[in-house]
């Protein structure tokens, strides 16, 4: 595993909608885990394989306790709620906004066999599946803000 360099807003990789996976093999294992080992050395909620130069569609969610969750080619397929909530981004450092996001969202996907599976994430899951999956479509959550708020040091 290694730390992947993680791309900065102005970036063109951070615009550009990505392709989907189609190779489920030792490519895609070893762009997944090093997402994961970049995820943890960043502190972040979540990783998205463009915030790391690579225009495919996968995604990390840390869910906390350690765990993490891999999501190829994910799609929302259900959302309830909303709620507005600060959250950040690790290609927009030292900054937070306000956005409005559901509060629970089922997703379905594929793990890195190219097994298909749902998942349901609420609260703060539910918000960083939205905001990866964003990431995948080349949208920032700077381009849904409401409001800016001050970071904590
Ligand atoms: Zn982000």
Known sequence: MAYRKIREIGDPCLKKKCRPVTEFDERLHALLDDMKETL??????????????????????????????ELVNPTIIKTEGSSIEAEGCLS??????????PTKVTVIAYDRFGKRFEYTGEGINARCLCH???????????????????VEE
Do not use: S
């Not at 909620?45 to 350690?66: E, F, M, S």
């Not at 927009?92 to 996001?101: D, T």
């Open 40 to 69: 943890r050395m960043a502190e972040g909620a979540g990783l998205a394989a463009p915030q790391v130069g690579i225009l495919k569609r996968a995604i990390v969610v840390n869910l906390g306790d350690n765990k993490m969750l």
């Open 92 to 101: 927009v450092p030292g900054k937070a906004g306000e956005v409005e996001r």
């Open 132 to 150: 990866e999956c964003d990431h995948l479509d080349g949208i920032l959550y700077v381009e849904k803000v409401i409001r800016f708020v001050d």
